[in-house]
């Protein structure tokens, strides 16, 4: 795969290795967000709270993750991108150092806030990759950058297992910290320079991105796939620690991180599915994601069952659930860096800030879920949203449909920004 830089580049400039290396990077960065959710069991031991209590860590890292997206990422249409990933970077190590450190649940809270809010390199990364190839490679590379993703997901709640059974919930965070630190420094490096796309000021950049879901059918359509079947893996993967570790399989925190691993083909998958897209279009990938989340939701409410065989439908669930929400996020993202090059960043913060509201959401009412109706009442959540992205997939191919065989039909006028 080859970059086509748009500024000459330095010595640190693009070259053939830099694909793999921003690869490398999402995934480091995003693990920081998903690792909290296999120590659950752990941290509730620890500080002596509730299980319910403890999986709130993860659940307002998310939140924190939302935010950022939605504060930070515009910046990276006004900002130097290598710089302003830098001093994210070494920003976030801090804050895991600090939750690392935490004595009581309301700091190590306010620690998970700060690193999902500062974690959001990966969102940066994503733009900046797309900027940087042709547009016929463009769901190539980004499904090479969310192969990376993928991988920083599944190995964060192995990592985040193994290490805390051993080395107690506070390890994690701590080498999390190191890791973060030592990747500032090797983007700080590797990273091309790249020039400003606009020079708008902060809250016109904000405006913007609001103003694009409003405005951009393709972006609202997008975020409203995402956010559902992402809440749906959200729901999943908050709920597993308390189904592995309650009554139905009393296991520890370690077999959370181990099960992870099962998804490691849907790394895989990911860059199969941006030459899926290139070749066959963004909406027949996420028609094809919505039945894959649904058919994970069967899957996994069998898990009830306990012993092997339920153990082994939980993994089944979560193979087919990983895979899907990955594909669709290819397929997604490949749509919306279509739309407005100079505005990509932008684009990308409506999208991703409505993704990690549903994924946010989707945790919250697992917890609910679980509370009430236990696992069973969870895989009901991510069947509805499963079945309402599938509805809404259906419904907007029937329109287009319509106004393709409709003679006075005419396009939507894509948003031309605000005047200048």
Known sequence: MTFRARHPPGPAGPGPRLPLVMALA???????????????????????????AAAGVA??????????????????????????ITVLLVVTACALLAAGLAPAAAPLMAAGVAVGLTTVVPQLLLPMAAGLVAPDRRGSVIGTLQGGLI??????????GVLGEHLGWRAPYLAAAALTGLLAVVLGLALPATASATRDRYPVLLADAVRMLRTEPDLRRSAL???????AFSAAWTALALLLTGPHYRMDAQAVGVLALIGAASMCCAPAAGRWVDRRGADRVNTWCAWGVLAAAVALGAGVAGG??????????????D??????QVANQARIFALRPEARSRLNTAYMTC??????????????????????????????????????RLADGRCRRGREESPSAEPLASYAGPPR
């Not at 796939?225 to 809440?231: E, I, P």
């Not at 895979?323 to 669709?328: E, F, L, P, R, T």
């Not at 009412?365 to 309402?388: E, N, P, Q, S």
């Open 26 to 52: 999402c995934g480091v960065s995003v693990a920081n967000v998903y690792f909290p959710q296999a120590l659950t069991p752990l941290i509730a031991d620890g500080l002596g709270i509730t299980p319910s």
């Open 355 to 392: 993704s990690f509201l549903g994924g946010s959401a989707g945790s919250w009412l697992a917890i609910r879920a679980y509370a009430l109706l236990g696992w069973t009442g969870v895989c009901a959540l991510i069947a509805l949203a499963a079945a309402l992205a599938l509805t809404a």
């Open 225 to 231: 796939y995402q956010s559902t079947l992402f809440g």
């Open 151 to 160: 991988g920083g997901i599944l190995l964060a709640r192995t990592f985040g």
């Open 323 to 328: 895979v899907a929400v990955q594909c669709s």
């Open 308 to 321: 092997a065989t339920g153990l082994a439908a939980v993994g089944l669930g979560l193979l087919l659930l």
């Open 59 to 84: 659940t307002v890292t998310q939140f924190g993750y939302a935010v950022g997206i939605f504060l930070l990422v515009p910046l990276g249409d006004r900002l130097p991108r290598r710089p302003l």
